[in-house]
Every structure is written in structure tokens, then in C-alpha cells.
């Protein structure tokens, strides 16, 4: 049996996701749910003692923990109810507050923790938020999956919706007509939209049923988060580990992971990685902030005369591709150039010299789901003075950088509302942009091993290289850490990268390209 432990760490040589309860891990909600229930429970007691003439016996703290806190609400409700040996109607979902049925008790007990919730605001842990910043910053992709009806609201209400790729609440559980906790299903729904196995994903639960959920879906480490009770209940109900606070849990992105600022200049240390082209070589280039600067208007980024120059110059010597996440078409017509192998919309459709052409099968499936989003994005933002939604052929891009500050959170509720609705897509983000796209296991570093095989260079004798600055270039320095390299142009940001070498900027980068045509032209004499 586990035991509890003060210390736990979130690798990511072993997990890709983090799926987080919300009330008691993240938020201190928990407190506004308990004191709602106990208002119901403790009027509808008293009064049944003085109608039956019977002892009354106050709902108590333990009664929450063991019966209601964690599970979907109507099944609190039958839980406790029957933990007393009591029972009332069922009734119908268009009960009112007053009607003493399962249905009747659960609006009134909605309505009571709304008013809380006006009253007293969202207070949240701040450990928890740097938590999930942290994992974020490692390249996890995260969830939150709560029993709470209200979860939507909580989210908005403490500004944490941008946190999360996906959400699963009582809203999405009862449209689905997924079992809530004890039972694994909105865990394995939460993993299953984050486009991940549950041996590959984490779980952090408060409440006892949410560990036993934990545990009943496979998932790959189940945290408990000890906010009240005994010590070790958590282990017992089936945690690996028992924290009392998520300060005490550490996050390992990968062991050559470091930030950006200790990065090494690729210009300084040209021996370094000259000493390891000693076969074929195959260069691979993120485009904006990479080929060109990041410019305030996207259709403003055409490639300088000098760069394609460069360019050209470099795929005569080797294979050249450009994986970005602009759609083809512009990519192809702002490059200009024959003999460069193009992906486009971070890898989902790649074309080349040779007749080589690739679109993802399963993201032209989604095509419509895409078309959807994208209707729905331009109505809801079209009175968001800045805002602009960019369609590419397998995605929705939102570009906020001309968005005043003061209406950001509006641009990032709707988005997140959008994917909500449409839960085949999923939700990232980069340089003032957030992005629908299909929520497909495929990304920019599964676009070069598709190149890769395509044109011959698997396998030993080739050094395939990645340059790029966003977040989504990530997965492709991932996917060639010890087997290539890659290059990161930090600009004036500051993040952890698995990149070899950093580059400072668009000239820099320039500059590198060219130490490369005359390398490879000296090893070719």
C-alpha cells in the first residue's frame, strides 16, 4: 500500500497531462459548498425533528466528506439522505427550490451557494496556481474535472480559464450522461480530451470518491491533497501520495529542460554543434518570429529579400522544410520559394518538391467541427474592438494583441466557451494568439518525423535541425532531444525550453543558415 508522502514530482519522462479537481485543489470553494449543504441539510433536519417530534442531529463536517464532497450533486443528496436511514421524492428537474424532492433540495442548494459565491467572491490557492503555471510551462496539458455545476463560473470568476485545455463539470457530465465520482468516466472523458492515455496523465483530488476515481481509471500517479481529515485517508481511499499543500509537489519538464536565459548562444559555441554534423543534415524552420520579426498585423510578415535568399541558397545544398502553424497557402505565397518542403497548420497538411503531400485523415474529419467554431468565434467576438479570428484549413486562430487589456478576459471566456461546445477541438495558445485546432495527438515534432521518413532520413547518419520561438516548436525540439538539434530564438521572452542552443533573433538566425550553406558546401569538396 502507498503511505503518504511530503514530497512528490510530476515528470514528464512518465506523464503528458495533469487533470486537477477544482474545489478544494485549486479553489477554496470547498468551504462556500460545505457551508450551502449544511444550510440546506441543517434547516430541512430541524425541521423534520420538530414535525416527527425527533432528535435533531446537525449536518456535520464528516457527513460532507463522506457522502456529498466530490460527487455530482443530486447523488450527495440520495447519499446523505440514506447515510440517516431517510428518503424523499425524486421529483423532476423542473422542480423549484421550495419542493422537498432530490431535485427541489438540489436547486435550493445551488441557489444558496450562488449567493455565496456573489457574497464572498472565489478565493483560490495560490500554490495550486503555480502549480498548474509550472506544468504548463513543461509542456503538460491539463483539465479540470469537477463534480460542480458551477464549474464554468468558478473558473471565470478567480481568472483561471486560460490555465486549462479542457473542462469537464457537472454541466458536461450530465449532457454526456457520464456516472460522476467514485466512478472513473469524467477523469477518463477529462484524458480523453486532453488527447491522452490515463497511464500517461496525473490526477489531484481533495475528496475521497475523486481519488477512488482516480484509482478505478488507470490513471498513471493519483495525487490526494489533504485539505482536511485524517492523515493517510487519502492513501487509504487509493492515493499514491498524500500532500498537504501543492507547494510540496515538484515539476520535472525533462532533464536537458532549462530556462531560456541559460540557454547557450548557438554563435558562440559554433565548434559544439559543427562537431556533430559529420553526415546529412536536414534543417526544419518555424516561420513567425523565426524567418521574420512578430509583426503587429500577421498578413504584414512577408519574408525579406535577404532571408529568402538564404533560403534558397540552403535548399540547394540540403532538404529544407518550413513547419509553422499559418495555413499553407500563405505560408507557400509568403516564402516564395520551389525547392522547400512546406508544413502547414503545425504539420496537419505538408506539401513538397516530389510529389510528397500529407494531410492528417482524422483532421480533415473535423473540418466541419472547425467550420462551426469558427461561425460561432467571429459572432461572439465581433463586438471586441482588436479581436480578429484568423481560419486556416485545420484550425481557428483568435489574434489579441490589438485587444485592450481591460477586454482580454472576455476573448479568453469565449474561446474557452467555444471549445467547450465543440470538445473534438482543443485549445492552446502562443504569442497574443489562442488556437482551436483538432484535438489529435499530432504536433510540430510529428510533422518532422513524417518528413523525416518521408525523404529518406531516418536513422543514424542524419542530424535533422529545429529552429523556432513559440511554445508549439516545444514538441519538435522534444521529439529530436538526442537525436538532433534545436534552436530556440528567445527574443525578449523568458521560459523553459528543451532546445540545444538559443539564437537572439531573426538575424541571428539568419546568420546561422549561413554558417551551414558554407559548412556543408566544405565537407561537400
Known amino acids: ?48 425533528a420538530k414535525r416527527t417530534e425527533g432528535r435533531f442531529q446537525p449536518f456535520t463536517e464528516e457527513d460532507y466528506r463522506r457522502f456529498v464532497d466530490g460527487r455530482p450533486r443530486l447523488e450527495g443528496i440520495r447519499c446523505f439522505l440514506e447515510s440517516r436511514g ?16 432530490v431535485h427541489g433540495f438540489g436547486v435550493r442548494k ?28 513543461a509542456g503538460f496539458r491539463t483539465a479540470v474535472v469537477t463534480s460542480s455545476r458551477n464549474g464554468e463560473a468558478v473558473l471565470r470568476a478567480a481568472g483561471l480559464e486560460h490555465l486549462f485545455d479542457a473542462r469537464v463539470d457537472g454541466v458536461e457530465a450530465g449532457r454526456l450522461e457520464l456516472p460522476g465520482k467514485p466512478a472513473p468516466d469524467t477523469f477518463l472523458e477529462g484524458a480523453r480530451r486532453l ?7 496525473a490526477v489531484l483530488e481533495d475528496a475521497r470518491s475523486g481519488v477512488q476515481a482516480g484509482r478505478r481509471g488507470g490513471f498513471g500517479c493519483v495525487i490526494g491533497v489533504r485539505r482536511s481529515g485524517a492523515e493517510g485517508a487519502l492513501v487509504k481511499a487509493g492515493a499514491d501520495v498524500e500532500v498537504a499543500e501543492l507547494s510540496s509537489v515538484a515539476v520535472e519538464a525533462d532533464m536537458e529542460t532549462r530556462p531560456m536565459r541559460e540557454v547557450p548562444l548557438a554563435l558562440e559555441r559554433r565548434e559544439e554543434w559543427l562537431r556533430r554534423m559529420t553526415g546529412r543534415v536536414a534543417v526544419f524552420l518555424d ?25 534558397d ?65 467571429k459572432a461572439v467576438l465581433a463586438g471586441i474592438p482588436g479581436a480578429g479570428v484568423e481560419r486556416k484549413r485545420f484550425s481557428v486562430a483568435v489574434h489579441w494583441r490589438h485587444v485592450e487589456d481591460a477586454r482580454l478576459p472576455e476573448v479568453e471566456q469565449a474561446v474557452a466557451a467555444v471549445q467547450a461546445r465543440h470538445p473534438k477541438l482543443s485549445r492552446s495558445g502562443g504569442k497574443k494568439v489562442f488556437e482551436l485546432r483538432p484535438n489529435i495527438d499530432w504536433h510540430k515534432g510529428r510533422a518532422v518525423d513524417w518528413l523525416l521518413k518521408a525523404l529518406g532520413l531516418e536513422g543514424e547518419g542524419v542530424l535533422p535541425v529545429f529552429v523556432g520561438d513559440d511554445l508549439t516548436d516545444e514538441d519538435a525540439f522534444r521529439t529530436l532531444k538526442g ?30 543558415l549561413g554558417l551551414l550553406i558554407a559548412h556543408v558546401r566544405g565537407a561537400t569538396r
Open 1 to 48: 500500500m502507498a503511505s503518504p508522502s511530503s514530497t512528490v514530482v510530476l515528470s514528464r519522462h512518465e506523464l503528458d497531462a495533469v487533470l486537477f479537481d477544482l474545489d478544494g485543489v485549486v479553489t477554496r470553494t470547498a468551504r462556500v459548498h460545505a457551508a450551502a449543504w449544511k444550510r440546506l441539510f441543517d434547516a430541512y433536519l430541524e425541521e423534520r
Open 86 to 101: 431517510l428518503s424523499v421524492p425524486e421529483g423532476t428537474p423542473e422542480d423549484g427550490p421550495e419542493a422537498e424532492t
Open 110 to 137: 445551488n441557489a444558496y451557494f450562488q449567493e455565496a459565491l456573489k457574497r464572498q467572491g472565489v478565493e483560490v490557492y495560490p500554490p495550486a496556481v503555480r502549480l498548474l503555471e509550472q506544468v504548463r510551462a
Open 195 to 201: 488527447g491522452v492515455v490515463p497511464e500517461r496523465a
Open 287 to 311: 516561420y513567425d518570429g523565426t524567418l521574420t520579426p512578430i509583426v503587429p498585423n500577421p498578413e504584414d510578415a512577408r519574408l525579406g529579400d535577404s532571408m529568402r535568399a538564404t533560403l
Open 313 to 377: 541558397e540552403l535548399a540547394r545544398c540540403i532538404p529544407v522544410a518550413i513547419v509553422s502553424g499559418r495555413d499553407l497557402p500563405m505560408l507557400k505565397e509568403f516564402v516564395r520559394l520551389q525547392g522547400v518542403y512546406f508544413a502547414g497548420s503545425h504539420g496537419f497538411d505538408i506539401e513538397g518538391p516530389g510529389e510528397h503531400r500529407f494531410q492528417h485523415e482524422e483532421g480533415r474529419a473535423l473540418l466541419p467541427e472547425l467550420d462551426a467554431a469558427e461561425r460561432e468565434l
Open 483 to 512: 537525436r538532433g538539434l534545436g534552436l530556440v530564438v528567445r527574443g525578449d521572452e523568458e521560459r523553459p525550453t528543451a532546445a540545444d542552443y538559443a539564437l537572439r533573433d531573426v538575424e541571428e538566425v539568419r546568420r546561422f
